[in-house]
């Protein structure tokens, strides 16, 4: 069945570190494709989209390629904030529910 | 517009025991979800209802298990009897459509602890 792999945590940077989390999937079909993102003690919300190959998700600097030659879908941000502390959830977006990553835990310190 | 809310935000209950979660999806939203993450774990999904229809409870783990939305508006989830390796967080979320490309909308959800 539909499937999403997601890099391991947790993940500890320094600000202005460059930040990616790996995050590749299995699927029949073309499943859209989307980083979730939950903050110290508030609910998952929803970080960037991508709907078909070769589109790019990206908000609040960071971006995420949809490549369906390597049926990926990593996150990357050029410069992280101790703010972008949290937990990324990477998922696949089925017909009735949506599958996700284990999750990544990072911690960004000043 | 109100999100998507979640009651209690912490249960702690013992092995044996009952507890009965509600998720209050945003208004209008026919598409109520329950997942659960576990230990750390994968978020996994547990049920789908469309208005106040079950559309797929292909994710839920055993008949110890009962969700209902009745009137298609709120959803509760009762657990009974509790079992250890039922503590998790549980989220709900809502979406007005469904399909692959429709974000869902999520709960802080209910982080349940089994003793």
């Known amino acids: 069945g539909d499937s999403v792999t997601q890099m391991e945590g947790p993940v500890t940077l320094s600000e202005e570190a460059f930040l990616t989390i790996n995050c590749t999937y299995t699927?029949?079909?073309?499943?859209?494709l989307f980083w979730y993102v939950q903050y110290p003690g508030e609910g998952l919300q929803l970080l960037l989209k991508?709907?078909?190959?070769?589109d790019k998700g990206s908000n609040k600097g960071f971006e995420a390629t949809y490549r369906k030659e390597t049926t990926s879908f990593h996150l990357e941000k050029g410069s992280v904030q101790v703010s972008d502390s949290a937990v990324y959830f990477c998922?696949?977006?089925?017909?009735?529910?949506?599958?996700f990553g284990a999750g990544t835990r990072l911690t960004v310190k000043p | 517009e109100a999100g998507v809310t979640q009651f209690p935000s912490h249960s702690v209950i013992e092995k044996g025991q009952t507890v009965t979660l509600r998720c209050d999806p945003i208004?209008?939203?026919?598409?109520l979800y329950w997942y659960r993450r576990v230990m750390g774990k994968e978020i996994k999904f547990l049920l789908h209802?469309?208005?106040?229809?079950?559309?797929?409870e292909s994710g839920m783990p055993n008949n110890r298990f009962l969700a209902e939305r009745t009137g298609g508006t709120y959803s509760t989830l009762k657990v009974q009897p509790a079992e250890l390796e039922d503590s998790g967080v549980y989220f709900c979320?809502?979406?007005?459509?469904?399909?692959?490309?429709?974000?869902?909308?999520f709960g802080p959800g209910t982080r349940l602890t089994v003793t």
């Open positions: 979320a809502s979406s007005q459509d469904r399909g692959r490309s429709y974000e869902q909308y």
């Open positions: 699927a029949t079909g073309y499943p859209s």
């Open positions: 991508a709907t078909k190959a070769d």
């Open positions: 998922a696949l977006g089925g017909s009735n529910d949506m599958r």
């Open positions: 208004s209008g939203h026919d598409n």
């Open positions: 209802f469309v208005k106040e229809s079950k559309q797929d």
